[in-house]
């Protein structure tokens, strides 16, 4: 059994900084990738960002230069930073994990993964 449990989101003004967490418990091999999807209100699921046991890091074009994607295994942990946040980004935001297999492509859709978190919600005021 594999848990995901999201953290670090909040109530920010545009221009601030956020670092979610995802902390992974439970049957954890290589290779694996995980990422980061968001859904704002009234919209569909978006992937944005990906990194796998390579550290191959993909990102979707619109929070390029933003965003980072990162792990610590020592603490089965994985991050992203959000820096200059703006309203748009405004939504849940949910942590994936697959394990068996390495990231496929740029930036995996939401089948490639079978393990998902519970959101943590990111609001961000003008």
């Known amino acids: 059994q594999v848990q995901l449990v999201e953290s670090g989101g909040g109530s920010v003004q545009a221009g601030g900084s956020l670092r979610l967490s995802c902390v992974v418990s439970?049957?954890?091999?290589?290779?694996?990738?995980m990422g980061w999807f968001r859904q704002a209100p009234g919209k569909e699921r978006k992937g944005i960002a990906s990194?796998?046991?390579?550290?191959?890091?993909s990102y979707e074009d619109s929070v390029k230069g933003r965003f980072t994607i990162s792990q610590d295994n020592a603490k089965n942990t994985l991050y992203l930073r959000i820096d200059s946040l703006k309203p748009e980004d405004t939504a849940m935001y949910y942590c994936?994990?697959?394990?068996?297999?390495?990231?496929?492509?740029?930036?995996?859709?939401?089948?490639?993964?079978?393990?998902w978190g519970q959101g943590t919600q990111v609001t961000v005021s003008s």
């Open positions: 439970g049957y954890i091999y290589s290779p694996y990738c």
């Open positions: 990194i796998d046991s390579d550290h191959r890091t």
């Open positions: 994936a994990a697959d394990f068996g297999s390495y990231c496929y492509g740029d930036l995996p859709g939401s089948p490639n993964y079978h393990y």
